[in-house]
């Protein structure tokens, strides 16, 4: 089948992990990604595990280049800038991820490349923005988890050390934001003529991760407290709980879950027990989140309650009666088990990486009638810059 983005052609020079995900997602929904890279190759090449040690594209790169084209440019010389201008010329999109002002130096800015194509789509991605006193700072992800909060957001109690999600959540936020930003734009172009500059950032798209306690501050001043693995709604028993066998995440978070809860658990009395809850709330019509009086003992009477059962079977009671519960699990458990039994319709895609298979998780939605990802996997390095050369009538240099 056709998709969303074919005939769309993306110049990508971009590295590791945010300006990556950004084109995987064009290139996945049909765009002509060309990936500029090193002489040497990006970062990423090099990031290999046991038993890709003589491979140029390990599993980690190719998750995050699948279906793109290599092309290899020293910018640092003017035949190589040369070489991506002249792309850039043929080109829809343009993406980099170098610190602000870097691409400048060789004629590969905004300016310098709408100059050459003014209906371009050109997105930057940067650490702290375009500008700003912070612009030129170099940024990785768990250094931006910690300047705008997100680090002492996770965590027990306000005296406890910051706490860092435990995966790369800005720089795949960012990169989905790219993607977002990229074709919205796009179609503005489309309806009128008009190319557009892209100022996409960490610092930003940790923000719009944190999109509700942040407007809570900049609205009321309201600064976010450390709940651990409490739910977002502050409902008692949107909390986690050690079981005999593990533990168990619930979100009874409304009067009438809270309800259904006790009832498998024999707390009912709770239900009525006006100094544990603000019965008002509990009991007025339509509702609310649930509301504690006494927090501190309501949390003691779930934990105890939950200490002698266990996690699986409380999980398979509470979501059959309308309780939104889950055994904690590890990622790998959990891809096991949803693969195995069905329970999760993952829209999975793999990608044929010489002789081996790539497996991910997706683009994280399915579409009907577009085609699926693409099955073929990264390109080696360099493997499109004769071609690609050879379409653009330059002679190759390196």
């Not at 503005?188 to 960490?202: C, V």
């Not at 009912?268 to 009086?293: I, K, Q, S």
């Not at 390109?379 to 190759?396: I, K, N, R, S, Y």
Request: aromatic fraction near 6%; charged fraction near 20%; include cysteine.
């Amino acid at each position: 089948m056709s998709k969303p983005l074919e005939g769309v052609r993306v110049i990508d020079m971009s590295h590791v992990i945010a300006g990556p995900m950004a084109s995987l997602y064009l290139a996945q929904l049909g765009a002509e990604v060309i990936k500029i890279e090193p002489p040497a190759g990006e970062v990423m090449r090099a990031s290999r595990r046991p038993g890709e040690e003589h491979s140029d594209t390990p599993a980690g790169f190719a998750a995050l280049n699948a279906g793109k084209r290599s092309f290899t440019a020293d910018i640092r010389t003017p035949e190589g800038a040369d070489a991506v201008r002249a792309l850039a010329r043929t080109a829809d999109v343009f993406i980099e991820n170098f610190r602000p002002g870097v691409v400048a130096k060789y004629g590969l800015d905004r300016a310098a490349i709408e100059a050459l194509n003014p209906g371009i789509v050109y997105c930057s991605i940067s650490g702290y923005g375009q500008s700003g006193e912070w612009s030129t700072r170099g940024a990785y992800d768990h250094v931006v988890q910690a300047l705008t909060g997100m680090m002492m957001m996770s965590g027990d109690s306000e005296d406890a050390p910051p706490l860092k999600v435990g995966f790369p959540v800005i720089d795949v936020a960012v990169g989905m934001l790219g993607a977002l930003s990229i074709v919205a734009a796009l179609h503005r172009r489309e309806r009128d003529g008009h190319g557009q500059y892209i100022d996409a950032s960490m610092v930003q798209a940790s923000l719009m991760l944190m999109y509700p306690n942040a407007s809570s501050f900049l609205t009321q001043r309201v600064e976010p407290q450390r709940v651990g693995n409490r739910g977002y709604t502050g409902s008692p028993t949107a909390d986690t709980y050690r079981c005999a066998d593990g533990w168990l995440a619930t979100a009874a978070n409304t009067p009438a879950q809270f309800r259904k809860l006790t009832a498998v658990l024999g707390l009912e009395a709770l239900c009525e027990d006006g100094e544990a809850l603000d019965l008002d709330a509990f009991n007025a019509p339509g509702g609310g989140f649930v509301t504690a009086r006494r927090l501190p003992y309501l949390q003691q009477c779930f934990r105890d309650a939950f200490a002698t059962r266990s996690a699986a079977d409380m999980e398979a009671r509470l979501n059959a009666v309308g309780v939104p519960a889950a055994r904690v699990r590890r990622l790998g458990e959990f891809l096991d088990e949803v693969q195995q039994s069905g329970a999760v319709d993952l829209p999975l895609a793999s990608y044929t990486q010489g002789d081996s298979l790539v497996r991910t998780p997706g683009l994280g939605f399915r579409y009907r009638d577009d085609g699926t990802p693409g099955g073929a996997g990264a390109p080696a390095l360099g493997q499109h810059t004769a071609e690609l050369m050879d379409e653009l009538g330059l002679v190759a240099t390196q």
